[in-house]
């Protein structure tokens, strides 16, 4: 079982997290068998024991700040853990919360205490003192939360709510396996911000707490404490160490591999032949190697086996490592494997049948291809066997298996290939694939970046990245090593270029390249010597040259740098640090850091801050590195300060663009099609535009038809074409289409009948009998159980906001002040509250009274916030969690 990727490759596969009928079905589909009987027997006590597992992590889901508020209030001192949270939990009902009205909560001031419930109370809290959650690490002190600080405080609540979920996961699932991948990737995190001892502490002090719930039932209390000791454990465990590839290769990628992703693959059970088994188990062992040699059981799929080769490996005449040698020289697999096919494609099955991995190069085809030409099969089989990989990976007694993903680290240059070659059966995929690939690599590539090929639809390329799911990206990844370097393009004269004349940078392009901007020195190639010193138009020219190299075009007013102009000018920092500070500004962040992921984003900033792509493999590493370490703002000081720019463009120099790939300039020039010799002898004939031909009417159109065009967008108003206004419930047809309506409006869909029936039958008929109007009615749903699961409880304060005014109000938050006023409204008297301040509010008296439905508005144009109330109703609420009015920036009065 799998999951496609998000971005439709079909070469990598995310794997799922273990459950116990994945585990036990996908053991049974690799041995090519129906489940045995003690797994019937795994996936019946797992099935029936699914209502308490269920129950399990609902209540300490349900009981979850609770739990957390107890483990940080054991290692945190000098103030309230739990103020940290970001929102608080959902309010109970009016008439619940009446005795507590007098008390005023304030946002993030929110405390959790030990009581009721499985809390037990005063007797439970007097249990929690006397009885131990574990034992303490010598190491461990309790830390201060004003030396913490409010962003951290904030990550380790965030942690230790991650652990708990996964313990939650893994109970349900019946598999700690998500347990053991994600804990050690949280230790490396925990290490380096927090204390792995008082982590241990909050582990334990969540597991004591956890326990108390299910005091009454010692199966399910048993559950919890499994669970809680193997995350225990695995975050004591060391850290282990990552797998290395044992077989010798010239190329250097992919030799090691993180054990988190040997723990999240699927598992593979390896059969051993040993002298002492049973005729059961060496019979199950056999088939093993049935099923990797001939990709199938042959004594179920075709009643065949090769009995004496059986009864020698089963007497301990032969050893495996011989008894797989003789199967692939056999004539069964001769006529299945060789025969068939080219000798090409039969040396990729012979390396997925006997080393369990496809040719690794071009310089290991031509080798085996040689052997296979002179001495056929037999030779070809005896030289994989008698191989050292082999002997490292296999020996004598073992089976060979797949090396697939999880198993061991992979290769780049062969990665698509071997995938396929997995995937497919032999007799349905018979094309040799190694051999074409690898031949294309002689080509030159000039244009291809050491982390893909092709596969990104942009100049640069560079980066395998997958726009579409339609798109098929490339399976021939780019065979660069650390010490290849991409060759690029000097826009500027041939004897200056770096490769040449390393002396050269610092040399200006002059007429041959891009134009060069400097401040107070004369500019170079100028005839008449004019300086720009203490210019202020030739300054805010430099000025508007280094928005557009830094930014890729002039940037919006309100986006200058202000400050950093003005020092400038002024002279109190160079137009180096001037650059770096356009580099760090949120401007650029946003545009070519955030977006993108690491590679992509380096590449990018790499072109604007140093005028030229990435040479290769080895310089991104450095970059993706200090990146991954010490985040944005270090990248871009390395770039800046490097030796490269100081000698290319010194203090007072506007980078420019120095190297470009062949495809850029290729897509810079005419195209050959477009210069003809005779193009003075062509007569060119007048062609309408095609702006034009799809702007013409193709049918005739009633007056009012146009003046309905005309008018729209133009007017005071544009109104909503049906609007759902209730005069009378005596018509019932008009009751049931005011109702639907409203339905659509505040749940945005069409709520399904027996949903109406146990939630909103009585309001229905509080409105048919005319006890409420539309506007109770609309408020009702708001403050409904269904709408606080839907659009209150999966979301943070400023999304529910954002939603409210769409659902009640028909348009975006208008400004910020007003989304600070509603989160107030929302965090002191809860979502009822924040709806009933929004229906009682004056714009929605003035615009839809007592009885109208709320609809999309049409604000007057132009507005404010149009934009954005036409972006928050064409996005599906459900799959997209993005804010449309995150925050507004504040406006600077200068001067007086």
């Given at each position: 079982?799998?999951?496609?990727?998000?971005?439709?490759?079909?070469?990598?596969?995310?794997?799922?997290?273990?459950?116990?009928?994945?585990?036990?079905?996908?053991?049974?589909?690799?041995?090519?068998?129906?489940?045995?009987?003690?797994?019937?027997?795994?996936?019946?006590?797992?099935?029936?024991?699914?209502?308490?597992?269920?129950?399990?992590?609902?209540?300490?889901?349900?009981?979850?700040?609770?739990?957390?508020?107890?483990?940080?209030?054991?290692?945190?001192?000098?103030?309230?853990?739990?103020?940290?949270?970001?929102?608080?939990?959902?309010?109970?009902?009016?008439?619940?919360?009446?005795a507590?009205?007098?008390?005023?909560?304030?946002?993030?001031?929110?405390?959790?205490?030990?009581?009721?419930?499985?809390?037990?109370?005063f007797?439970?809290?007097?249990?929690?003192?006397?009885?131990?959650?574990?034992?303490i690490?010598?190491?461990?002190?309790?830390?201060?939360?004003?030396?913490?600080?409010?962003?951290?405080?904030?990550?380790?609540?965030?942690?230790?709510?991650?652990?708990?979920?996964?313990?939650?996961?893994a109970?349900?699932?019946?598999?700690?396996?998500?347990?053991?991948?994600?804990?050690?990737?949280?230790?490396?995190?925990?290490?380096?911000?927090?204390?792995t001892?008082?982590?241990?502490?909050?582990?334990?002090?969540?597991?004591?707490?956890?326990?108390?719930?299910?005091?009454?039932?010692?199966?399910?209390?048993?559950?919890?404490?499994?669970?809680?000791d193997?995350?225990i454990?695995?975050?004591?465990?060391?850290?282990?160490?990552?797998?290395?590839?044992?077989?010798?290769?010239?190329?250097l990628?992919?030799?090691?591999?993180?054990?988190?992703?040997?723990?999240?693959?699927v598992?593979?059970?390896?059969?051993?032949?040993?002298?002492?088994?049973?005729?059961?188990?060496?019979?199950?062992?056999?088939?093993?190697?049935?099923?990797?040699?001939?990709e199938?059981?042959?004594?179920?799929?075709?009643?065949?086996?090769?009995?004496?080769?059986?009864?020698?490996?089963?007497?301990?005449?032969?050893?495996?490592?011989?008894?797989?040698?003789?199967?692939?020289?056999?004539?069964?697999?001769?006529?299945?494997?060789?025969?068939?096919?080219?000798?090409?494609r039969?040396?990729?099955?012979a390396?997925?049948?006997?080393?369990?991995?496809?040719?690794?190069?071009?310089?290991?085809?031509?080798?085996?291809?040689?052997?296979?030409?002179?001495?056929?099969?037999?030779?070809?089989?005896?030289?994989?066997?008698?191989?050292q990989?082999?002997?490292?990976?296999?020996?004598?007694?073992?089976?060979?298996?797949?090396?697939?993903?999880?198993?061991?680290?992979?290769?780049?240059?062969?990665?698509?290939m071997?995938?396929?070659?997995?995937?497919?059966?032999?007799?349905?995929?018979?094309?040799?694939q190694?051999?074409?690939?690898?031949?294309?690599?002689?080509?030159?590539?000039?244009?291809?970046?050491?982390?893909?090929?092709?596969?990104?639809?942009?100049?640069?390329?560079?980066?395998?990245?997958?726009?579409?799911?339609?798109?098929?990206?490339?399976?021939?990844?780019?065979?660069?090593s650390?010490?290849?370097?991409?060759?690029?393009?000097?826009?500027?004269?041939g004897?200056?270029?770096?490769?040449?004349?390393?002396?050269?940078?610092?040399?200006?392009?002059?007429?041959?390249?891009?134009?060069?901007?400097?401040?107070?020195?004369?500019?170079?190639?100028s005839?008449?010597?004019?300086?720009?010193?203490?210019?202020?138009?030739?300054?805010?020219?430099?000025?508007?040259?280094?928005?557009?190299?830094?930014?890729?075009?002039?940037?919006?007013?309100?986006?200058?740098?202000?400050?950093?102009?003005?020092?400038?000018?002024?002279?109190?920092?160079?137009?180096?640090?001037?650059i770096?500070?356009?580099?760090?500004?949120?401007?650029?962040?946003?545009?070519?850091?955030?977006?993108?992921?690491?590679?992509?984003?380096?590449?990018?900033?790499?072109?604007?801050?140093?005028?030229?792509?990435?040479?290769?493999?080895?310089?991104?590493?450095a970059?993706?590195d200090?990146?991954?370490?010490?985040?944005?703002?270090?990248?871009?000081?390395?770039?800046?300060?490097?030796?490269?720019?100081?000698?290319?463009?010194?203090?007072?120099?506007?980078?420019?663009?120095?190297?470009?790939?062949?495809?850029?300039?290729?897509l810079?020039?005419?195209?050959p099609?477009?210069?003809r010799?005779?193009?003075?002898?062509?007569?060119?004939?007048?062609?309408?535009p095609?702006?034009?031909?799809?702007?013409?009417?193709?049918?005739?159109r009633?007056?009012?038809?146009?003046?309905?065009?005309?008018?729209?967008?133009?007017t005071?108003?544009?109104?909503?074409?049906?609007?759902?206004?209730?005069?009378?419930?005596?018509?019932?047809?008009?009751?049931?289409?005011?109702?639907?309506?409203?339905?659509?409006?505040?749940?945005?869909?069409?709520?399904p009948?027996?949903?109406?029936?146990t939630?909103?039958?009585?309001l229905?008929s509080?409105?048919g009998?005319?006890?409420?109007?539309?506007?109770?009615?609309?408020?009702?749903?708001?403050?409904?159980?269904?709408?606080?699961?839907?659009?209150?409880?999966?979301?943070?304060?400023?999304?529910?906001?954002?939603?409210?005014?769409?659902?009640?109000?028909?348009?975006?938050?208008?400004?910020?002040?007003?989304?600070?006023?509603?989160?107030?409204?929302?965090?002191?008297?809860?979502?009822?509250?924040?709806?009933?301040?929004?229906?009682?509010?004056?714009?929605?008296?003035?615009?839809?009274?007592?009885?109208?439905?709320?609809?999309?508005?049409f604000?007057?144009?132009?507005?404010?916030?149009?934009?954005?109330t036409?972006?928050?109703?064409?996005?599906?609420?459900?799959?997209?969690?993005?804010?449309?009015v995150?925050?507004?920036?504040?406006?600077?009065?200068v001067?007086?």
């Open positions: 079982m799998s999951v496609k990727a998000s971005g439709g490759s079909s070469l990598a596969r995310p794997q799922l997290y273990q459950t116990v009928p994945v585990s036990a079905i996908s053991q049974a589909e690799q041995q090519d068998r129906f489940l045995a009987k003690t797994e019937l027997n795994e996936l019946v006590t797992y099935f029936q024991s699914g209502q308490k597992r269920l129950a399990i992590a609902q209540t300490i889901t349900a009981n979850s700040d609770i739990i957390v508020s107890r483990a940080a209030n054991r290692i945190f001192t000098g103030g309230s853990p739990m103020a940290y949270l970001e929102k608080p939990p959902v309010e109970a009902p009016k008439e619940m919360a009446m507590g009205a007098t008390q005023t909560a304030q946002p993030g001031a929110v405390t959790y205490v030990e009581s009721g419930g499985g809390g037990g109370g007797f439970g809290g007097l249990r929690s003192i006397f009885t131990s959650s574990g034992p690490p010598p190491g461990f002190r309790p830390i201060n939360i004003s030396r913490y600080g409010p962003s951290n405080m904030q990550k380790s609540l965030r942690d230790m709510s991650w652990f708990l979920r996964y313990v939650t996961y109970i349900v699932a019946g598999n700690p396996s998500i347990i053991v991948v994600n804990t050690r990737g949280l230790k490396e995190i925990i290490e380096r911000a927090c204390s001892d008082a982590t241990i502490v909050a582990l334990q002090e969540m597991r004591a707490a956890s326990r108390e719930y299910f005091r009454q039932d010692a199966e399910a209390q048993q559950i919890v404490i499994e669970y809680f193997v995350l454990a695995e975050f004591k465990a060391p850290t282990p160490a990552n797998k290395l590839r044992q077989r010798s290769s010239s190329d990628q992919g030799l090691e591999l993180p054990q988190s992703y040997f723990n999240a693959s598992t593979r059970q390896k059969f051993v032949m040993k002298p002492g088994l049973s005729e059961f188990e060496k019979g199950e062992i056999i088939r093993a190697a049935y099923r990797q040699l001939f199938r059981d042959i004594t179920k799929a075709y009643s065949q086996s090769i009995s004496y080769l059986e009864s020698q490996v089963r007497n301990g005449d032969i050893s495996m490592k011989e008894f797989v040698r003789r199967l692939c020289k056999s004539p069964l697999y001769r006529k299945q494997f060789f025969e068939p096919f080219i000798n090409s039969a040396l990729e099955l390396f997925r049948h006997i080393l369990g991995r496809g040719p690794s190069s071009r310089e290991e085809v031509q080798n085996y291809f040689s052997i296979v030409s002179d001495g056929g099969l037999g030779a070809l089989v005896d030289a994989l066997v008698d191989s990989e082999y002997a490292d990976y296999f020996g004598e007694e073992t089976v060979p298996y797949l090396r697939g993903l999880g198993q061991e680290a992979q290769e780049c240059r062969n990665w698509g071997q995938q396929d070659l997995f995937n497919y059966s032999a007799p349905f995929r018979k094309v040799p190694f051999i074409t690939t690898f031949a294309k690599y002689n080509r030159p590539l000039p244009d291809q970046h050491v982390y893909g090929s092709g596969n990104d639809p942009l100049e640069i390329q560079f980066g395998a990245i997958f726009p579409k799911e339609t798109r098929d990206p490339s399976s021939s990844p780019a065979p660069f650390k010490d290849t370097k991409r060759i690029l393009i000097h826009r500027g004269p004897i200056n270029n770096q490769n040449s004349n390393p002396a050269a940078r610092s040399e200006f392009p002059g007429s041959l390249g891009a134009k060069v901007f400097r401040l107070n020195n004369e500019l170079p190639g005839s008449n010597g004019a300086s720009v010193k203490y210019g202020e138009s030739s300054t805010q020219a430099v000025i508007r040259a280094a928005y557009r190299q830094v930014f890729g075009r002039d940037v919006y007013e309100g986006q200058q740098l202000t400050v950093a102009e003005n020092k400038l000018e002024n002279g109190d920092i160079t137009l180096r640090e001037f770096k500070a356009l580099a760090k500004s949120e401007v650029f962040l946003k545009t070519y850091w955030t977006p993108f992921y690491v590679v992509k984003a380096i590449e990018y900033v790499h072109r604007r801050l140093l005028g030229r792509p990435t040479y290769g493999r080895k310089e991104m590493n970059y993706f200090l990146a991954s370490k010490k985040g944005f703002y270090p990248l871009v000081d390395a770039i800046i300060d490097s030796q490269e720019y100081t000698e290319a463009f010194g203090e007072d120099t506007v980078p420019y663009e120095r190297y470009l790939t062949p495809t850029g300039l290729k810079r020039s005419n195209r099609a477009t210069i010799e005779d193009i003075g002898k062509r007569v060119d004939k007048e062609t309408t095609r702006f034009v031909e799809l702007g013409q009417v193709s049918s005739n009633t007056e009012p038809e146009i003046k309905f065009r005309i008018n729209q967008g133009v005071q108003q544009r109104q909503q074409t049906k609007i759902f206004k209730l005069l009378t419930t005596t018509d019932k047809v008009a009751l049931e289409n005011t109702i639907r309506a409203a339905y659509r409006q505040i749940f945005e869909r069409d709520l009948p027996y949903i109406v029936q939630e909103f039958t009585s229905e509080k409105l009998n005319e006890e409420i109007n539309v506007k109770e009615f609309i408020e009702g749903l708001g403050c409904s159980d269904l709408y606080i699961k839907e659009f209150y409880a999966p979301f943070p304060n400023t999304k529910v906001i954002e939603l409210g005014t769409k659902h009640f109000l028909g348009r975006a938050p208008l400004t910020q002040k007003e989304i600070q006023k509603y989160n107030q409204i929302l965090a002191t008297q809860g979502i009822r509250g924040f709806i009933g301040a929004m229906v009682n509010s004056m714009e929605y008296l003035q615009l839809f009274g007592e009885d109208t439905v709320p609809y999309r508005r604000p007057t144009l132009p507005a404010a916030n149009f934009p954005n036409e972006r928050l109703y064409q996005k599906l609420t459900k799959q997209d969690q993005e804010l449309v995150p925050s507004f920036e504040p406006v600077v009065k001067g007086g």
